[in-house]
């Protein structure tokens, strides 16, 4: 098994040390277009001290690279690798329990291709489809999601890989894959077969496995309790939270004792 090679730091100051750190993106580590002050140190001082890292997001209508470049352009050198979305783990999973399955999906460019690498092949019609794949489709017809109405009807498969219903925009909110999913779990009287996105803990494990650590050696960190704390405590991991995003001291006080993170953080620059 890959986590038996992990290495673990020593050093212990503040936060305990761990071999492997999982961090969400916007509210964490950035907001929008500016990063969180001290987040490009901390993440220099853990993969100096020989951690692993991984960026995690579930929005499912960027690359990888696009996660990447923007995180080295904002000051956190970051490779493909080292990034992983609700498509990808989707992906994993699909690998993992199916060969070559025929895939129908709601959702964009990024979900096709990642589906694509992992061999799924890409169809239509719901007669020749092994799974439906729910995403974020901002270009979605009422007769592709009949479509893939039919194929759940006839028995394929129910993934998703975000259960998020909106996404925040600068703008303002917009639906994202989880109303597709709602819509579909209505008329079909099914629930979704795998949700890889948070707070489930598909994406984080995911993520262990790259980084070749366990859940005893990892600390997931985010700013969402709803996502990011349940996506670290669904996986075994200990949890951070930090108030830089949407979360607050009120909130977590509210929580009771056995869901609270392990970790408080005024900000990610406490972690290292």
């Known amino acids: 098994m890959p986590y038996e090679n992990a290495r673990v730091p020593q050093e212990n100051v503040g936060v305990p040390a761990y071999g492997g750190y999982i961090f969400d993106l916007d509210g964490t580590l950035y907001l929008g277009e500016a990063l969180i002050p001290g987040a490009d140190e901390t993440v220099a001082a853990l993969r100096e001290r020989g951690a692993q890292v991984m960026f995690v997001s579930n929005k499912p209508i960027a690359t990888r690279r696009t996660y990447a470049e923007k995180l080295t352009r904002l000051g956190i050198p970051a490779e493909v690798e080292e990034v992983l979305t609700s498509p990808l783990a989707l992906a994993d999973y699909i690998a993992a329990n199916h060969d070559a399955p025929h895939v129908l999906v709601i959702g964009e460019e990024p979900v096709i291709a ?159």
């Not at 909110?173 to 819509?183: C, F, I, L, R």
């Not at 979704?192 to 859940?215: C, E, N, S, W």
């Open 114 to 272: 990642e589906l694509e690498a992992v061999g799924c092949q890409i169809v239509d019609e719901a007669a020749e489809t092994d799974i439906v794949v729910i995403s974020w489709d901002r270009q979605v017809t009422y007769d592709r999601l009949e479509e893939a109405f039919q194929a759940l009807r006839q028995g394929a498969k129910f993934y998703v890989t975000n259960p998020d219903v909106t996404c925040p925009l600068e703008t303002g909110e917009v639906s994202d894959a989880g109303a597709a999913m709602a819509y579909l779990q209505a008329c079909s009287g099914r629930k979704p077969d795998h949700i890889a996105g948070k707070p489930y803990p598909a994406l984080a494990h995911a993520a262990m496995q790259r980084m070749g650590v366990t859940p005893q050696q990892t600390i997931f960190t985010g700013d969402r309790l709803q996502t990011d704390l349940l996506c670290g405590k669904n996986a075994g991991c200990a949890t951070a939270i930090v108030l830089t995003g949407v979360t607050t001291e009120a909130d977590i006080a509210e929580l009771p004792e056995d869901m609270r993170p392990d970790c408080v953080l005024k900000s990610i620059a406490e972690l290292g």
